[in-house]
Nanobody, 115 residues
C-alpha cells in the first residue's frame, strides 16, 4: 500500500523559507516521478515542481528560482525547499507520485505566508 505523508508546513512571513517533506512508503522514490502541487482557497490545484527518476526537474514559472525539489533515496523522502515566500504562495501543498500519471497523493500540508 502506497502512502505519502507531507510535513513541514506552517505560518511564515513574506520573504521567509520553509522546507516541506514527503515521507513515502510502498514505493521507491527513485523509480517514480515525484511532484508537488498546491491548492489555494477558491482555486484549482496547480503544479509546482517535479523530479523524474532520471533526476530531471521541472518547475512552475511562478516558483522558478525560489523553490527547489529534491529527494533522499535512502530515506525514500522528497523535499520542497521554498525560499523568498510570497503571500501568493499560501496554499495547501500536496505531494504526488506516479509513472505516466500522478496516481498517488498525500493529504497535504498547509503553508500560510503573511505579508
Amino acid at each position: 500500500q502506497v502512502q505519502l505523508v507531507e510535513s513541514g508546513g506552517g505560518l511564515v512571513q513574506a520573504g521567509g523559507s520553509l522546507r516541506l517533506s514527503c515521507a513515502t512508503s510502498g514505493l521507491t522514490v527513485s523509480s517514480y516521478t515525484m511532484g508537488w502541487f498546491r491548492q489555494a482557497p477558491g482555486k484549482e490545484r496547480e503544479f509546482v515542481a517535479l523530479v523524474r527518476w532520471s533526476d530531471d526537474t521541472k518547475y512552475a514559472d511562478s516558483v522558478k528560482g525560489r523553490f527547489t525539489i529534491s529527494r533522499d533515496n535512502a530515506k525514500n523522502t522528497v523535499y520542497l525547499r521554498m525560499n523568498s515566500l510570497e503571500p501568493e504562495d499560501t496554499a495547501v501543498y500536496y505531494c504526488a507520485a506516479g509513472l505516466a500519471t500522478f496516481d498517488y497523493w498525500g493529504q497535504g500540508t498547509q503553508v500560510t505566508v503573511s505579508s
